[in-house]
C-alpha cells in the first residue's frame, strides 16, 4: 500500500538525549514536511524539503536537524538543543504543483522523561 | 502579524445546522488554500482543496476563496456529531512553492 510511515508511534527521551524520528513514503512525492503539534494547538512548520539533499527551515526549526539523502526519506533530529521537545511530531508528503493535498503519517508522540 | 488566523472556538452548533468556519491569510500573493479535519490525537485528512476565486461544493461541504479579502471559509452543511473535530485551514505561498503553512486551527463540537 502506498502512504508515509513514521516510525515509532510513542518515543520516550531522557534529557540531555538527541533522538531521530523516522519518515518514509513511497508515493513518490517531491516535498516533504515536519510539524510540530502541542496540546490544542495547529500544526508549525520545522522543517520542508522539496528536493534531495536540500531543505528549508520553517517556524520553529532551532533545536531540530533533518537530512533529505533519499526522496523517500526525511528523518529528524530532535536534539538536546530543543529545551521542551514533548509534542506530537508529524511528517507530511506532497507532490508540487497548484492544489495538491499533504498526506500525512500517523505521527510520532515524543514525551521527555 | 500572523501568516495564517483562525477562531480557536469551540464553535458549538446543533446537528442539522450549518457550520461556518473562517479563516484569513496575510500574503496576498498566496495561490493554494486546504481545509483539514483533525480528530483528537489524529492525524490530519484532506477535506477540500480550492485555488480559484469563489465557491467549490463536494458533498456537504463548501469552501469559499475570496483573494480580495483575503479570506477562506468553509460550510458544513446538515452538521453531524461526527463532524466534531478540529478544522484546519492551511495555504501555499506563491515565491516558496513547496512551504505549507497551517492555522491554529478551530473546534467544532455539534450538539444533539
Known amino acids: 500500500d502506498g502512504g508515509i510511515t513514521q516510525s515509532p508511534k510513542y518515543l520516550f527521551r531522557k534529557e540531555g538525549q538527541n533522538v531521530t524520528l523516522s519518515c518514509e513514503q513511497n508515493?513518490?512525492?517531491?516535498?516533504m514536511y515536519w510539524y510540530r503539534q502541542d496540546p490544542g494547538q495547529g500544526l508549525r512548520l520545522i522543517y520542508y524539503s522539496q528536493i534531495v539533499n536540500d531543505f528549508q527551515k520553517g517556524d520553529i526549526a532551532e533545536g531540530y536537524s533533518v537530512s533529505r539523502e533519499k526522496k523517500e526519506s526525511f528523518p529528524l533530529t530532535v536534539t538536546s538543543a530543543q529545551k521542551n521537545p514533548t509534542a506530537f511530531y508529524l511528517c507530511?508528503?506532497?507532490?508540487?504543483?497548484?492544489?495538491?493535498?499533504?498526506?500525512f503519517g500517523q505521527g510520532t508522540r515524543l514525551t521527555v522523561v | 502579524q500572523k501568516e495564517v488566523e483562525q477562531n480557536s472556538g469551540p464553535l458549538s452548533v446543533p446537528e442539522g445546522a450549518i457550520a461556518s468556519l473562517n479563516c484569513t491569510y496575510s500574503d496576498r500573493g498566496s495561490q493554494s488554500f486546504f481545509w483539514y479535519r483533525q480528530y483528537s490525537g489524529k492525524s490530519p485528512e484532506l477535506i477540500m482543496s480550492i485555488y480559484s476565486n469563489g465557491d467549490k461544493e463536494d458533498g456537504r461541504f463548501t469552501a469559499q476563496l475570496n483573494k480580495a479579502s483575503q479570506y477562506v471559509s468553509l460550510l458544513i452543511r446538515d452538521s453531524q456529531p461526527s463532524d466534531s473535530a478540529t478544522y484546519l485551514c492551511a495555504f501555499s505561498p506563491t515565491g516558496t512553492a513547496s512551504k505549507l503553512t497551517f492555522g491554529t486551527g478551530t473546534r467544532l463540537q455539534v450538539t444533539l
Open positions: 507530511a508528503s506532497r507532490v508540487l504543483g497548484q492544489g495538491s493535498e499533504a498526506f
Open positions: 508515493l513518490n512525492h517531491d516535498a
